[in-house]
DNA sequence: AATATATGAGACCTTATTAATCCTATTTAT
DNA sequence: ATAAATAGGATTAATAAGGTCTCATATATT
């Protein structure tokens, strides 16, 4: 897996979105302003978006984008594999046609542990957690906000190390 | 991060070699072929496998690579960072200075902890539990289990090729 | 010492993917 | 009707991966 700038402009599309709130109309040249995404290119990354029922697109004058579900039903990763499909680590777990031992292979195993593992802890993390302390645009173009600890969004996991 | 071909038949390799066992010196030749890896390709990875102490690098007439540690002592996650470098999940993570905001982001985090528990997997998986019940090779192809001795080794490298 | 065999090291090429941009069409508020 | 905005596909640019080639170097054998 390898999340693609596409992917990480994504998950900033979505951040500003989920702090308008569901329902509400941003426009493209806003958001791609305020979270550092090129125009034309979050244009692109909408559309995957739209076709995945995250957002709604408004086309016309005043158009824009529109969160079409509830930030705590949206998981991180939901839009993760919006946009680079499902999350795999190789290609041999990826494409097991081209990998000719993969079902009697121990690393093979490993790396879909893994993966689950991966998809899982993403799959823990919502909209509404990470708008809660997250501020990935720049200081001095966002709201104000309580530096709230991310251990409480994390906390259900084992902490690692 | 993304596990390249490279890193793939770095794995290979090292599982070939555990099967060998350790301080048993084997052909790029023979390993290329049964683990079915290009040969010039085999060599590059076996000079950053070597200079990661995995394994020693035998020149001249009768050459080949010899396993250093005991298989039990490599992890996967040795073996895989030592072709990939170490591993993280996006570019945030792996080059900060690029992310204007990484210090203060709940997403940041997110990828943070993702990345240690993935090397945290890795780390608990070693090469003698993988050669166990491996078969990261074609059934025709791969020899029996029991690890050859040197002599035998040497004494059957009459034949050509 | 000479020769054959095997790998070292890095340059080089080819292909695939990613990232971004451009241009024309379409939609919608006023 | 007009202006404002996005749609959607084509195109380009940059980067990385995967693999190959060549010459240099090391070593066993005779």
Not at 81 to 99: F, K, V, Y
Not at 101 to 115: F, Q, T
Not at 134 to 142: E, K, N, T
């Amino acid at each position: 897996m390898r999340l693609t700038r596409a992917a990480e402009y994504a998950i900033r599309c979505m951040l500003y979105l989920s702090r308008q709130g569901q329902g509400v109309l941003t426009s493209r040249q806003e958001i791609a302003q305020q979270a550092d995404i090129p125009t034309h290119f979050l244009a692109k990354i909408a559309q995957d978006l739209a076709k995945a029922g995250l957002i709604e697109i408004r086309q016309g004058a005043r158009g824009g984008f529109i969160l079409r579900k509830n930030p705590a039903a949206i998981t991180l990763l939901e839009v993760v594999e919006t946009m680079i499909g499902e999350i795999s680590l190789n290609d041999c777990i990826a494409r097991p046609a081209g990998c000719k031992v993969s079902y009697h292979c121990a690393v093979h195993r490993v790396w879909l542990d893994a993966r689950d593992q991966l998809r899982n802890t993403l799959r823990q993390v919502n909209f509404e957690q990470l708008i809660t302390d997250a501020s990935c645009f720049l200081p001095s173009l966002h709201m104000p906000l309580e530096p709230k600890r991310l251990e409480t969004i994390v906390s259900s996991r084992t902490d690692p190390q």
